[in-house]
């Protein structure tokens, strides 16, 4: 599945950059182009106009000059006509026709250049410089059509590339999913979760009608385990539930696992033990850098003080006491557990071991814990035994996952905002512990205490696992 992501992750990158990106930069130039193209039509459109409104101006012109020729003419003529009127009155009006008449054939000479040059400009717009605007719009148009069709052959290409990986990586789920054990797999998570107890044996009759000592069965699942047999007390509305099914109080338990069936609390102990020996093997390796480095100082004291390391080393010292004497205790708990269960071979305690190791996490990502109820499982081989059985319904509440075992350490190289759900906030320069490794998605989950854990980027941080994590 991880291959089959990859893959598309894959076409996703290649089309980034030969298509997208490309096309990006493409769109950016054909917009600048086409602003080009509208621009230079825009301005023919404006020369043609001022074209136009030079003839119109000059057509005006002309025809005013026209008609005032027309009335210098005839005032002309009228002031000849008058026998009233003075030789020198007419010879004025003769001139003023005579210069409206001259002005009349200016303005027609200037109206007919002018509209010679509008038709020639006019045709030049309509026949020319139009259509070469409107032929370079549809070359590139044509360009944008031919490149996209490019574009979806490189789609082509870069799909029909990763194709056969594809086919194998579906033919691999296939195989995969084929070869599903059911069976086995239901094995596992018996053995990861059996208890350790042995069922009842048969319950005696007690015959009242003689007077005899009643007793019960030395095997009764709420007889103790040890020398000691008591009357089993049940409550007076109390139902004699089989263990499996009775709520278990998720309040916090003995630190002996003492509240757990042997299979159960027997793990758990190996668990703690495992745990202190790593916490053990931390100190030592800090005590043994501190060492070293107080040798250091003491050869050469311009370096530091080999007088500030002690504390420390003190601390180190009574530190591995302490866990030292808790492994001891839990060591005890478990030799006093494995002394009572029943004697398993070393080859079916090594398959054990190894699926513990390697299948924690998967079975506690998909089972939930399903471990003994209060009072099915006593400590005290000689104490009383007491049945404390709910008086409730079937109770098929299951409860929370366990959570995850560290693997190791982590320093966050970068500061994330986890906003959305799963992920978790860290600093930079942040400690924190690792519970999963990346898994090929890109993130690996993390833990900063009980309460807070979640995924963040594999490339914000620097993993550091522990060694026995990597064997595993």
Not at 294 to 312: E, F, L, T
Not at 425 to 448: F, H, P, Q
């Amino acid at each position: 599945m991880n291959d089959y992501a990859g893959q598309h992750e894959v076409i996703s990158e290649n089309m980034t950059s030969l298509i997208t990106g490309e096309l990006t930069r493409y769109v950016q130039e054909l917009k600048q182009e086409r602003k080009s193209h509208f621009h230079d039509g825009r301005k023919a459109q404006q020369h043609i106009e001022t074209c136009w409104k030079q003839l119109e101006a000059s057509k005006r012109r002309f025809e005013r000059d026209c008609k005032e020729a027309d009335r210098a003419q005839q005032y002309f003529e009228k002031m000849d006509a008058d026998i009233n009127v003075t030789k020198a009155d007419v010879e004025k009006a003769r001139q003023q026709a005579q210069l409206r008449h001259q002005m009349a054939e200016d303005s027609k000479a200037e109206y007919s250049s002018t509209l010679q040059k509008f038709n020639t400009e006019q045709h030049d717009h309509y026949y020319t410089h139009i259509p070469n605007i409107f032929q370079k719009i549809q070359e590139m148009e044509e360009r944008r059509i031919v490149r996209i069709g490019e574009s979806m052959k490189t789609f082509a290409e870069v799909d029909r590339q990763v194709i056969p990986i594809i086919g194998k990586c579906l033919d691999e789920i296939t195989k995969a999913a084929e070869s599903i054990d059911h069976k086995n797999d239901s094995q596992l998570v018996i053995e990861a979760f059996k208890s350790g107890f042995e069922p009842p044996g048969d319950i005696d009759f007690e015959d009242f009608t003689q007077p005899m000592k009643r007793t019960v069965s030395e095997s009764s699942l709420s007889n103790s385990r040890g020398d000691g047999k008591s009357e089993p007390k049940f409550g007076g509305k109390s139902k004699g539930k089989l263990w499996p099914f009775i709520k278990k109080n998720k309040g916090a338990g003995p630190e002996d696992f003492s509240n757990l069936p042997p299979e159960q609390r027997r793990k758990k102990l190996q668990q703690k033990v495992d745990e202190l020996n790593k916490d053990i093997q931390k100190e030592m390796d800090q005590r043994d850098a501190l060492t070293k480095m107080k040798d250091v100082y003491i050869k050469n004291p311009q370096m530091g003080d080999a007088a500030s390391v002690d504390h420390r080393l003190a601390e180190l010292g009574q530190n591995i006491e302490k866990l030292r004497l808790e492994v001891q205790k839990f060591e005890g708990w478990l030799a006093e557990v494995e002394g009572r269960l029943p004697l398993r071979t070393d080859q079916a305690r090594r398959q054990s071991g190894l699926y513990e190791a390697q299948n924690t996490a998967a079975v506690n990502s998909c089972a939930q814990d399903r471990e003994s109820p209060d009072g099915s499982y006593t400590e005290e081989q000689s104490q009383e035994t007491e049945m404390k059985v709910p008086a409730t319904e079937f109770d098929d509440e299951f409860d929370d996952e366990e959570p995850l075992p560290t693997i190791g350490t982590c320093k966050a190289l970068y500061t994330f905002e986890g906003q959305n759900e799963g992920t978790i906030s860290v600093a930079e320069g942040e400690m924190l512990y690792v519970i999963e490794e990346d898994k090929g998605d890109g993130w690996t989950r993390i833990r900063r205490n009980e309460d807070e854990e979640g995924y963040v980027p594999t490339s914000y941080v620097e993993v550091y696992l522990d060694k026995n994590a990597k064997d595993s």
